[in-house]
């Protein structure tokens, strides 16, 4: 725990000091380890914590792939986070909570009921609704007024909320822009240099369907729905939605 948390405050001096090393200097902070800690360890939540304090990107589980995080109202986070996955700027990024409270304090939500929102959450889907303005974020999704809104069912990073005062996370797939996903942190190795800390949960899933991440569902008009991507939840979504009398905006045939 000790050696982690040292570690940890090594990377977050040396990145604050940075613009003001020699070359040589810059080197040595550029083969500074990156922490990896198993989400097991009692230090794995506060390192990431002080990861997401320092406005640096970490890695961690979700529960459907692996993903990249960092504080959602942070310019400088958002922008490190595009830098590190090579992502388009205007391609947008969801951002992940804790509880439907917190959902519906970033989103507006409220023609969604707190049942049906609990029957699609927690889960492997990612809904789409308009922000509120508590996402004050000006580099966060710029092209669009929608936010995606993920509850992964997974205990570490709905813990990790939890401590984060229920503020939320910026979330993406832990990959290169248009790599396959990772089920296993060894497949993202070559980001670990750039990133603040690794939390390490073992490989997630025993399928490559996994690779397919959330479902998204944009449930932004009331009374409808479109499917964004199709991921790993979609019939149970479509089932749930359709049970609630919701009903597509586009002939969803081709999807299934």
Request: charged share 20%; glycine share 6%.
């Amino acid at each position: 725990m000790r050696y982690l948390q040292t570690l940890l405050v090594t990377r977050l001096l040396g990145q604050q000091a940075y613009p003001r090393f020699s070359t040589m200097q810059h080197q040595t902070v550029e083969k500074t380890k990156t922490p990896v800690c198993q989400v097991e360890d009692r230090a794995a939540l506060k390192v990431a914590r002080q990861c997401l304090l320092g406005g640096q990107v970490i890695a961690l589980p979700t529960d459907t792939v692996y993903g990249l995080a960092c504080d959602a109202n942070n310019e400088h986070a958002i922008q490190r986070m595009y830098e590190i996955k090579g992502r388009d700027e205007h391609k947008p990024v969801a951002i992940c909570v804790n509880n439907i409270r917190a959902l519906r304090r970033y989103g507006q939500a409220a023609h969604l009921s707190d049942e049906l929102l609990t029957r699609l959450l927690p889960g492997p889907l990612t809904i789409v609704i308009e922000r509120t303005p508590e996402l004050s974020n000006r580099f966060l999704n710029p092209s669009t007024s929608k936010i995606g809104i993920r509850i992964p069912d997974f205990p570490f990073i709905r813990a990790l909320c939890s401590v984060w005062h229920e503020q939320p996370l910026a979330l993406t797939s832990a990959n290169r822009s248009s790599a396959p996903s990772s089920l296993q942190v060894t497949e993202f190795r070559s980001l670990w240099p750039q990133l603040g800390a690794v939390f390490d949960a073992g490989q997630i899933g025993l399928t490559e369907e996994r690779r397919l991440a959330s479902t998204v569902i944009d449930l932004a008009t009331p009374g409808y729905y479109e499917i964004v991507r199709a991921g790993v939840a979609l019939k149970q979504t479509l089932r749930v939605v359709e049970e609630y009398g919701i009903k597509p905006r586009k002939d969803i045939a081709q999807i299934l």
